[in-house]
């Protein structure tokens, strides 16, 4: 099989399950149902919707969101919408 087909594959179904596994957290946690909504996620793809849940954010003090949702769910949905504001650069 080409690699570039494997790979193409491989990055489909992490996708898939990516998106299954936030559309279940969205169902439980309305928070986190509040973040996506707040993302822009049609620019976004899986690994960087999955980068920014758990990378640290300069929005939330250097903290990652998914540390900061349970304690200021607020402030996490306001650092997702920041990502649809037009970039300076």
């Given at each position: 099989?080409?690699?570039?087909?494997?790979?193409?594959?491989?990055?489909?179904?992490?996708?898939a399950g990516?998106?299954?596994?936030?559309?279940?957290?969205?169902?439980?946690?309305?928070?986190?149902?509040?973040v996506l909504?707040?993302?822009?996620?049609?620019?976004?793809?899986g690994p960087?919707?999955?980068?920014?849940?758990?990378?640290?954010?300069?929005?939330?003090?250097?903290?990652?969101?998914?540390?900061?949702?349970?304690?200021?769910?607020?402030?996490?949905?306001?650092?997702?919408?920041?990502?649809?504001?037009?970039?300076?650069?």
């Amino acid at each position: 099989m080409d690699p570039n087909a494997v790979r193409a594959e491989m990055a489909r179904r992490n996708a898939a399950g990516l998106d299954e596994a936030l559309s279940e957290l969205a169902t439980r946690l309305p928070s986190v149902a509040w973040v996506l909504a707040a993302l822009p996620l049609a620019r976004m793809s899986g690994p960087e919707v999955l980068g920014w849940w758990t990378a640290a954010n300069g929005w939330l003090h250097n903290r990652r969101p998914i540390d900061v949702l349970n304690d200021d769910p607020g402030a996490v949905e306001r650092a997702a919408a920041r990502l649809r504001e037009p970039s300076a650069l």
